[in-house]
């Protein structure tokens, strides 16, 4: 399964975009990409989930491209609530159970 | 609202205990996890179970058994427990994947052992 690589961290301002970017240079054809989102002393949530292309939901936007050896998830407007650790995830449709997650991004959104 | 629960936030056992961890889904999801959490080695799959009584070893099994009699409730079970299994121990669970698609991953809180 692909080895997933992502920055330990980074930092942004109330308002900004931020896009944190998962390099998975191995991924498979029938791999999908999931990003999760985890605060302190709880599990992670599910952000977003995608195979190709671009996807976008309520809080976020996932652009893959073309060659998905990578995947970048886009925060609009960020708020100090988003202040958390970021979680790519590869797992593959053949198995429920292949999969690897990435080592986080602990984002640090300031005032 | 889905819930995944965990049996306890933290725990603290000694060397050579034998320690269970527990979750429990209300989701009716096919397929339950264990995974543990350190720091900067993001989340380790420990074993996966896919129905009641069927199980497969996951990234990290070593050191660990789990138990699945009902299919709301998937066991963690530290045979004897050791110092390098202090942790952070997260349950998910997820429905299986529709063809073509990928699986969304329910977690609980975590369970914080400490293994003196």
């Known amino acids: 399964l692909a080895k997933t690589t992502q920055p330990i961290s980074m930092d942004s301002y109330e308002g900004q975009e931020v896009n944190i970017t998962c390099s998975h240079n191995?991924?498979?054809?029938?791999?999908?990409i999931t990003w999760y989102q985890q605060f302190p002393s709880q599990g992670p949530r599910f952000i977003i989930q995608?195979?190709?292309t671009k996807v976008k939901n309520e809080v976020a936007s996932l652009f893959i491209p073309a060659d998905r050896k990578s995947s970048t998830l886009s925060l609009p407007r960020v708020s100090l609530s988003d202040t958390a650790v970021y979680y790519c995830?590869?797992?593959?449709?053949?198995?429920?159970?292949?999969?690897?997650f990435g080592s986080g991004t602990r984002l640090l959104v300031r005032p | 609202d889905v819930k995944v629960t965990q049996s306890s936030r933290y725990l603290v056992k000694r060397t050579g205990e034998k320690v269970f961890l527990e979750c429990v889904q209300d989701m009716d999801h096919e397929n339950m996890f264990w995974y543990r959490q350190d720091p900067g080695l993001g989340l380790r799959l420990i074993y996966f179970?896919?129905?009641?009584?069927?199980?497969e070893k996951g990234d990290i099994p070593e050191g660990y058994s789990v138990s699945r009699e009902k299919k709301e409730r998937f066991s963690l079970i530290l045979e004897s427990a050791s110092t390098n299994q202090t942790s952070m121990y997260l349950c998910?669970?997820?429905?299986?994947?529709?063809?073509?698609?990928?699986?969304?991953?329910?977690f609980g809180p975590g369970t914080r052992l400490l293994v003196l």
């Open positions: 191995n991924i498979a054809t029938n791999d999908y």
């Open positions: 995830l590869v797992g593959s449709m053949d198995s429920s159970y292949k999969l690897i």
């Open positions: 998910a669970s997820s429905k299986p994947g529709l063809a073509g698609g990928g699986e969304t991953q329910y």
């Open positions: 179970s896919y129905d009641v009584k069927m199980k």
């Open positions: 995608g195979y190709k």
